[in-house]
Structures are given as structure tokens and as C-alpha cells.
């Protein structure tokens, strides 16, 4: 690491923060590629699992950690600052996320906007009334839920929106049925910013969130498959509000990432000092520190590539599994050769120099 890049404002930096989003970002490469690549009959096998085990809990420590780095940010600027340059971010995420929307219908980054743009508004707020707008923001889902049809707009079979295009479509899909709507998702920005306000420095703090947050972990899975089994004797359909998958996101679900989130934290956190020593760590927050670029990379370079050679639709788990470690690992050694010259990623620097 070169000196130029240890400057007063990084030499306190959690860099396991950086490891966790590296983690994250794994996550969602394998998710996303087991989406696009197997075949639409394919049967269950030990690699769809582990993609399973990635879906919808990736994506949620992504935002949980978003919400983390939002409340460092903020102890270290103004408030007013942030508000702008937030603000200008999120404009910024919006139009990356609309653009990546054209090629990958399941994009996260557009949300991502709103989400800034509304949790910015909750940096201040005392830890009480950000709890209070969690459990506001999920009960409000499922009364949503209730109310509305939950399938409108979308073709299961095929996957997509047919109206996401349209003002009406766009923001129902927005903040009620779309991949990652902002209700409830906001609310693991919120718990974001909430664990921000912990002294995630501190060995206790790294422990009790791993250990808390695996507990919960286990516990909410169980009880959701003890849930799920015993209502769906009665009623198959209100078994739906106890399911952990993300979609829809109910509030076992939007538990269970939170409590994911936490442990992937948390051990992140605990094994930065390890890693360091054993001068390994600057390989995964090499590529940390780039997510926003590794993420679109992923979908126009990797499914890209994907789709020249054949790829999509036809493959197996394993081989959707392979093709997504072998993007990571190649991720990994572009990440750490550019920021042997670079500060930030290609995207975090354009976003830098338009927002600030």
C-alpha cells in the first residue's frame, strides 16, 4: 500500500468493514449468476444450495453495510455536508442503477438511491426513533401486503415487470413489489445506521454481534420453518407471511438478513487484525473498497461475457458456481493491481468527482 493512500482520515478506517463488503459482493456474484445461467428445470444440488443460502442475505448486508458507512461518514463530516453530498450521490446512484436496469432488471443500485435519499433524513434522529421506523417500515409491508395485489406488474415465469418503465409501474415497483423495494428495505439502512452509533471497534462489541447475530439467525430459520409448516395445514397462504425468502421481503426475512448482516460483521471485524498480520487482508478490501464498480462489472463484463459464450439459461449450479468464483477471483486481482495506482475504484472515482 502505497503512503499516499494512508492518510490521516483512513488510518482509523475499519478495514474489516471493507472485508464484509467484500464478502457481500461474493454473495451476490454467485446469486446472480446462478439467476441468469441455469437451466429453468434444474433440480436441487449442494451448489444451488449454497446459492440459495446467498439469496436475498447478501443483498441485505449490502445495505446494512451502506447504512454502517453512511453513519462513519457523518462522524466524520458535518451534517450539512453529508446532507449534500448524499444528496448529489444518490442522484449519481440513480442514473448508474437506471442505466444497469436497461441490461439487468434485478438491479439494486437504483433502489440504493432512495435509500440514501431517505435514510440521510434519519442521521440525526435518536436510536429510539430509528428503531421505531424499522418496525414502522416492516409492519407498513405487510399491511401493504394485505391491501394490494403483490403480483401486479410482474411475470413470474419470466421474470420481469412489464411496466417498470411507466411512472405508475416504476414506483410501485419502487416501494412495494420491485426486487429490493424501499418498503421495507430502508429499514436495514436504519439498522445500518444504528450499528454505526456501536463502538464496532471494541473485540466485545465484534463478538456479540456474531455470535448474537448467528443465534438470531438460527432461531428466526427455525422458527419460520416451524411457522410455515404449522400454518400451511391450515391456510397455504398465510404461511407466506412467515417465509425467510426475499421475496416477498416479510418480516422473518427482513430479521433473518439483519441478524446475517450482523454476524458477517462481526466476524469480518474480528478477523481484520488475523488477515492483516498475515498481510492477506489488502487482497479482499482491495476489492471492498470497489463494490459499486465490481457490481456493474459484473453484470456487463461477467454475464456479458456469459452471454457471448452461451452460457445463460443452460448451465447447472455447479457450473453457474464456478463461473461466478472464477469472476471473483479475477475481480479480486484487478482490484488489487489498481489500487496499487488508485485511491478509488473507476466508478467510486467518477461519483467522487460528480458528487463530491
Not at 206 to 231: C, E, H, N, P
Request: aromatic share 12%.
Amino acid at each position: 500500500m502505497s503512503d499516499e493512500r494512508l492518510k490521516p482520515k483512513d488510518q482509523n478506517r475499519l478495514e474489516g468493514i471493507d472485508l464484509a463488503r467484500f464478502v457481500a459482493l461474493v454473495g451476490m456474484v454467485i446469486v446472480n449468476f446462478n439467476v441468469v445461467m441455469i437451466e429453468p428445470e434444474a433440480g436441487k444440488t449442494f451448489s444451488s444450495q449454497i446459492a440459495e443460502s446467498f439469496q436475498g442475505r447478501a443483498a441485505a448486508t449490502f445495505v446494512v453495510l451502506a447504512g454502517v458507512g453512511l453513519g462513519l461518514g457523518t462522524k466524520r463530516h458535518a451534517w450539512n455536508q453529508t446532507l449534500k453530498v448524499t444528496l448529489k450521490r444518490a442522484t449519481f446512484l440513480l442514473v448508474v442503477g437506471l442505466l444497469n436496469s436497461l441490461i439487468f432488471e434485478a438491479d439494486i443500485i437504483h433502489y440504493y438511491a432512495f435509500y440514501f435519499l431517505f435514510g440521510v433524513l434519519f442521521l440525526r434522529a435518536p436510536g429510539w426513533l430509528l428503531a421505531l421506523s424499522i418496525v414502522g417500515l416492516i409492519t407498513s409491508f405487510v399491511g401493504m401486503v394485505l391491501f394490494f395485489d403483490y403480483d401486479t406488474g410482474w411475470n413470474w415465469q419470466t421474470y420481469t415487470y412489464h411496466d417498470f418503465w411507466t411512472l405508475k409501474g416504476f414506483v410501485r415497483n419502487l416501494f412495494f413489489n420491485g426486487w429490493h423495494p424501499v418498503i421495507p428495505w430502508l429499514a436495514f439502512l436504519l439498522f445500518g445506521i444504528l450499528l454505526s452509533r456501536l463502538n464496532l471497534g471494541s473485540r466485545s462489541v465484534q463478538l456479540k454481534l456474531l455470535i448474537g447475530g448467528t443465534a438470531a439467525f438460527a432461531l428466526i430459520s427455525i422458527g419460520s420453518s416451524w411457522l410455515m409448516k404449522t400454518v400451511g395445514t391450515m391456510d397455504a397462504e398465510a404461511a407466506i407471511l412467515f417465509t425467510t425468502a426475499p421475496v416477498p421481503p416479510m418480516p422473518l426475512y427482513m430479521l433473518a438478513g439483519s441478524s446475517v448482516a450482523c454476524a458477517v460483521i462481526g466476524l469480518c471485524l474480528l478477523l481484520e487484525t488475523s488477515l492483516k498480520k498475515a498481510h492477506l487482508l489488502n487482497i479482499f478490501t482491495a476489492a471492498g473498497r470497489q463494490t459499486l464498480t465490481l457490481y456493474i462489472a459484473h453484470i456487463i463484463i461477467g454475464m456479458g461475457t456469459l452471454d457471448a459464450l452461451g452460457m445463460l439459461g443452460t448451465q447447472t449450479a455447479q457450473a453457474s458456481l464456478q463461473a461466478a468464483l472464477v469472476f471473483c477471483i479475477l475481480a479480486t486481482i484487478y482490484a488489487v493491481i489498481w489500487m496499487r495506482f488508485f485511491k478509488h475504484g473507476p466508478l467510486e472515482l467518477l461519483m467522487r468527482k460528480v458528487a463530491g
